[in-house]
Nanobody, 129 residues
Framework: VQLQASGGGLVQAGGSLRLSCAAS????????MGWFRQAPGKEREFVAG???????????SYSDSVKGRFTISRDNAKRTVYLQMNNLQPDDTAVYYC????????????????????WGQGTLVTVSS
């Protein structure tokens, strides 16, 4: 499985960005997908995740710091997961990574990096004040 993240950039506080993560693999529907971020000098942290979706319904989960501002979604036909980020703040500045859990057995949202077995290369988001 290969993951290609894109959409990062420089934005002013209060602005928006949408990150995309395109995945290879014919069983994308069976992958739980997540977004993590790592700011300079800090550990990688969970941002948002979305469960596998063999049907229309799926679960989502967000960290408290982004809840209400970020929205994760997936388009299984395009094998792509998105992270819409609104009202960005300087504390959101980080390298954002998408990840896939291809081993998940149920429609849950893993929230720890150890659960994910494939990672993208990261895309930098910089929010200026």
């Amino acid at each position: 499985v290969q993951l290609q993240a894109s959409g990062g950039g420089l934005v002013q506080a209060g602005g928006s960005l949408r990150l995309s993560c395109a995945a290879s693999g014919r069983t994308f529907n069976d992958y739980a997908m997540g977004w993590f971020r790592q700011a300079p000098g800090k550990e990688r942290e969970f941002v948002a995740g979305i469960s596998r979706s063999r049907h229309i319904y799926h679960h989502t989960s967000y960290s408290d710091s982004v809840k209400g501002r970020f929205t994760i979604s997936r388009d299984n036909a395009k094998r792509t997961v998105y992270l819409q980020m609104n009202n960005l703040q300087p504390d959101d500045t980080a390298v954002y990574y998408c990840a896939a859990d291809t081993r998940v057995a149920h429609a849950i949202v893993p929230e720890t990096s150890e659960k994910y077995d494939y990672w993208g290369q990261g895309t930098l988001v910089t929010v200026s004040s």
